[in-house]
């Protein structure tokens, strides 16, 4: 391989025996505004949630697209839908329906049409 | 007058008997299921209020709305006439034409038919003209109801002239309903016109039959004409049959709906029987159209009042649900509406059902540490006594200069205050409680009035009229919960603070929480009048627009939102004001984001000219 100096990061979404972008892709077609996310950390750097937890959207909107679910299930509802996120949020993302999504994804299991 | 044939039966009486009965016994079992669904104490509620007096309220209710239409006349007269002809004018020929059995064929009383096909059946006298009276009042009020008719027809194409922009889409159940309704009139016009040389009539029904008779004498040809009594009965029949699955539901609903209303029964549910009733008690008139900036601005048609209301019909309630999410809950279509159907309310119970949010371990973190993150728990902190809580609210926070105003403000006016949510604070709980979400919104409600309480102030003032709705309402506080503008207002008149007038020219912006949700109309236009000079619009007041930022939609683009904001802006400047003032967080930065006036809180011009 060409050595170019620096190192390449193992990549996160290439490996499909753990990567599941199915509710990224679900949610997409639900919330399309999540597609504009730049991962800029404005939701979380003012969340409510994020005061008292470790709480952080543009995390969870990661793990999300890497395919990553298990590890926010857990803690997805502790958002208090209070909307300063959405408020915030440079690119105009619906913060607040990716949350109810994703939430009712994990813990109904699944997403109506 | 006197019985005209000795028989009492034409076999044209059979479609509208058949409709008759229909109706009948689909309106019992309707009414046994809806009652039946109403739990225990609805059930009792609405016993008690049949068998007291205040039933006569009901009634009155009943007869000016269901009617008379009054509400409709508020809005436009042509409209509002349009309505009364037909409700009121249908009425009055039903009642009328009972009264005619009554006095001169009592012994028919148990035909249904007959008041209905009397001119047909009975004939008047040249000896007794006793009828002549009910004859002009039958065709006074069938005159009645063909203008309104008349109307109903213009307005399917000259809606501008009924105040309405937009008017309802009639699906194909409607237009088979609407058709029988728009002939059943008409031809029972034409049949007792030509029957009038027969059993007689008055100046509508006489005159035209005398018109028909220059032409041609159908008196003695009567079995050509008899087929427009078989239309009219056929007419009656289809608008009976349709009459469930159409939009004159509501002309059944209506009444049970007031009597419920007034009984004081709410939904908790939409299958409730309450919720059945109000869903089907919806005109579909279409009133609610105009005022939904989701409309009229964005678009988005199959989210307003009128289309929600439908698919509940449908049982749609995936497409419920959505129109639910997106709405804006700015109340602007209930405030509108001439039946009263709190849409909104409804919206909330569709979300309630779909929404799966609440979890117990779900907000933990408000009392002890979480493993995770190890930040102290929310409700730790301990509070000093005070007399007065300033409360700013989340978002407040992100448009700071309100707070800071709101802290120069209470500085200067000497009271004993602590900023309690300086640090960051939990939520209020109501934008999970429009979410969907009940039992969460319990939590947050919990700590929160735990934290007020220890504090024993006297006040509790909040910049957020999302907060200041839900403290007031929701919220068991044993202290006063005021809005800024309230508290800003109070302060002024107690002397405690005192602005210089900079003559400044402001345009008020009344936000849906504060103004139309919770009824604050005249503090903010009161402090607003001691700075500068206040400049009224057509969207003062009940009338207000939605910034398009409310917190209620969870899924309505931003792109749309923006759109509506702009919009907003556009129609609040026409007079050129120096600025736009708001008081809601929310609404000030959906404004800013327009770039095209300042934007301010009031209590950020209230601050700016204090004089100290
Ligand atoms: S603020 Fe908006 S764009 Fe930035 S990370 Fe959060 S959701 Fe993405
Ligand atoms: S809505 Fe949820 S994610 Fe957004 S700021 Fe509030 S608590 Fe945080
Ligand atoms: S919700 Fe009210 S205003 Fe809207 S169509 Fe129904 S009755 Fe008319
Ligand atoms: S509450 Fe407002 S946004 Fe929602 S349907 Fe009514 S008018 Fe439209």
């Known amino acids: 391989m060409i050595n170019f100096g620096y190192q390449r990061n193992e990549s996160a979404t290439l490996d499909l025996d753990t990567t599941h972008s199915e509710l990224y892709k679900k949610l997409l077609d639900k919330e399309p505004s999540a597609a504009t996310c730049i991962s800029c950390g404005t939701c979380a750097a003012t969340c409510s949630a994020g005061q008292f937890t470790d709480f952080n959207l543009r995390k969870i909107m990661l793990l999300c697209k890497r395919g990553d679910m298990q590890s926010f299930k857990p803690i997805i509802n502790r958002c208090m839908v209070c909307g300063k996120c959405q408020l915030a949020c440079p690119k105009g993302v619906n913060t607040r329906n990716i949350v109810l999504i994703l939430n009712k994804y994990l813990h109904a299991g699944k997403i109506s049409k | ?612």
């Open chain 2, 1 to 612: 007058m006197q019985e005209r044939l000795v028989n009492s039966f034409d076999p044209f009486v059979i479609p509208y008997t058949f409709g008759l009965i229909f109706l009948l016994t689909y309106l019992f079992i309707a009414l046994i299921r809806v009652i039946q669904a109403l739990p225990n104490d609805d059930k009792f509620k609405l016993l008690k209020h049949i068998f007291s007096l205040k039933i006569f309220k009901s009634m009155k209710e009943i007869f000016l709305e269901c009617l008379l239409h009054v509400k409709i006349w508020k809005k436009n007269w042509t409209l509002g006439y349009m309505h009364t002809a037909l409700a009121f004018g249908w009425f009055m020929l039903i009642i009328l034409g009972h009264f005619e059995v009554q006095l001169f064929a009592p012994h028919r009383l148990n035909l249904p038919w007959y008041p209905i096909f009397f001119r047909y059946f009975m004939m008047e006298t040249e000896t007794t003209m006793q009828g002549s009276f009910f004859f002009f009042m039958m065709d006074l009020t069938l005159l009645l109801v063909l203008s309104g008719l008349v109307l109903a027809i213009i307005k399917r194409f000259r809606r501008k002239l009924f105040g309405m922009k937009r008017t309802t889409k009639l699906r194909w159940n409607d237009q088979i309903a609407v058709i029988a309704l728009w002939s059943i009139f008409p031809l029972r016009f034409l049949a007792e016109s030509f029957y009038s040389e027969i059993s007689g009539g008055s100046f509508l029904t006489a005159g035209m039959g005398s018109i028909f008779h220059w032409f041609y004498n159908f008196t003695e040809n009567e079995i050509y004409i008899r087929p427009i009594w078989w239309a009219y009965s056929i007419a009656l029949a289809v608008f009976f049959i349709m009459l469930p699955w159409s939009r004159f539901t509501h002309i059944l609903t209506e009444p049970l709906f007031i009597i419920m209303r007034n009984a004081g029964i709410r939904e908790e549910h939409r299958n409730s029987g309450y919720g059945k009733v109000e869903i089907y008690s919806c005109s579909r008139c279409g009133i609610c159209l105009d005022p939904c900036q989701l409309v009229s601005v964005a678009s988005l048609r199959d989210s307003a009042a009128i289309n929600y209301t439908r698919h509940l019909r449908l049982w749609k309630s995936e497409k419920a649900h959505q129109a639910a999410s997106i709405c804006l809950m700015c109340n602007r279509c209930t405030k509108a509406c001439p039946v009263g159907v709190d849409t909104a309310a409804l919206k909330l119970n569709t979300k309630h059902e779909v929404v799966t949010f609440h979890t117990d371990q779900q907000y933990d973190y408000l009392t002890s540490k979480t493993a995770e993150s190890g930040a102290e728990p929310a409700i730790a902190k301990t509070l000093e006594p005070t007399d007065v809580i300033y409360f700013a609210g989340c978002m407040t926070h992100l448009t700071p200069a309100t707070k800071l105003a709101m802290t120069k403000i209470l500085e200067t006016s000497g009271e004993r205050f602590s900023f309690i949510d300086e640090d960051g604070s939990i939520c209020c709980g109501r934008p999970v409680l429009l979410a969907g979400a009940r039992k969460s919104a319990n939590e947050l409600m919990k700590k929160n009035a735990e934290l007020f309480k220890q504090t024993n102030a006297k006040i509790l003032v909040t910049s957020c009229p999302i907060c200041y709705k839900f403290f007031k309402e929701n919220y068991d506080l044993d202290m006063r919960v005021l809005h800024h503008s309230q508290y800003i207002q109070e302060l002024l008149k107690e002397g405690k603070i005192k602005v210089d007038p900079n003559g400044a020219k402001i345009v008020f912006h009344d936000p849906c929480e504060l103004g139309r949700n919770s009824g604050v109309y005249d503090a903010p236009r009161e402090v607003l009048k001691s700075v500068g000079e206040l400049q009224s619009t057509a969207y003062d007041g009940a009338e207000s627009l939605c910034c398009g930022h409310s917190i209620a939609t969870e899924s309505l683009p931003y792109r749309k939102r923006h759109m509506i904001a702009n919009d907003a802006v556009e129609k609040l400047t026409t007079d050129h004001p120096d600025v736009l003032a708001t008081a809601c967080p929310a609404c000030k930065k959906a404004f800013s984001e327009t770039n095209k006036i300042a934007v301010k809180d009031l209590a950020e011009i209230v601050a700016e000219n204090l004089k100290c």
